[in-house]
């Protein structure tokens, strides 16, 4: 089964970021640690780079992964032009200022960079073009307080010092059911947005005050058109960023099993008391499935029921904490 999941909201959704890239300074993307890479947007990346825009990644669910595998991630984050990365978990919670500490750091060093123009000629084909954004969008350009990035009320106040008491936008992004929800309430010291076990919670834009100087936009988790790398795809769906009414459990669950059993074999067998894995990721399941009596009436294998229980221990980091992926190079 080949996976795909873009509601026509998330079509919405990236043409409002699009144009929202105009008017912020630093991109917060949310990524979800144990997946760095297949969870972070490469069409969200073509609109921030075109717009020369720095991005600070946060490892959320970090208390989920591998923590030597994070600290992989982030040395691998850190030591890009224009990126900062922070890990964020129950055992590593980000606050405000860390965040602001973050982007201030970016944005400072972004000052510093020579100012290329934007091409017209760039725009990828398949970015949401600014001619084509939705005209109800919440956030455009006259919505912004026009003081805020007003640099030239005080011709006597010197470069630095305009620089200094100006006002900072950041967005925050990420695809669905990545914590970013839960990670802005954290951050912001109180319950703005609403939170969820599953994706495509957040259903619009919404702005908020960090500080005298930062502010913060929250956008709906989205994925991208065309998900090209189908074992990605495959991980996103055993993490639960694709809604389940858009997979099929079982072959998620038997693409995980087939991971798991190759990269994480110990922590099968612990969590299921296995002595030795089967040889095959049908036979597994198959073996799970009389462990914890998945039949149906007829006494045949339940394969939807056992394919839950898999992904759901997965999902809630019963088999321990465990990272698919490796930064490149590593």
Known sequence: MTISWYPGHMFKANKELAKLMQQIDVVIEVLDARMPGASSNPLMHKMRLRHHKPCLHILNKADLADPARTRAWLQY??????????????????????????????VDEQALMPKPK??????????????????????????????????????????????????????????????????????????????????????????????????????PGVLWPRLEDQ??????????AIRNTAIVFEDVAMVAAEFLMRDFPDSLKARYKFNE??????????????KRACRNKAGRTDWHRVSEILLHDFREGSLGRLTLELPPGA
Do not use: H
């Open 77 to 106: 984050f850190n030591s890009q032009p224009g990126s900062r990365a922070l890990a964020n978990g129950k055992d590593s919670n980000l606050n405000t200022e860390l965040i602001i500490g973050a982007c201030q750091r970016l």
């Open 277 to 290: 894995l089967p040889g095959s990721a049908e036979e597994f399941m198959e073996q799970l499935a009389s």
């Open 231 to 240: 074992q990605a795809a495959y991980r996103l769906a055993a993490a639960g």
């Open 118 to 219: 934007v091409s017209a000629s760039a725009e990828p084909e398949d970015l949401p073009t600014e001619d084509t954004a939705d005209d109800s969008l919440a956030l455009a350009d006259t919505e912004l307080d026009e003081t805020e990035n007003d640099d030239d009320n005080d011709d006597n106040t010197g470069a630095e010092e305009r620089y200094r008491k100006r006002k900072f936008n950041a967005v925050i992004a990420g695809i669905p059911n990545v914590g970013k929800s839960t990670l802005m309430n954290q951050i912001v010291g109180r319950k703005l947005a609403k939170t969820g076990n599953e994706p495509a919670v957040t259903k619009s834009q919404q702005r908020v005050k960090l500080n005298d100087q930062w502010y913060l936009f929250d956008t």
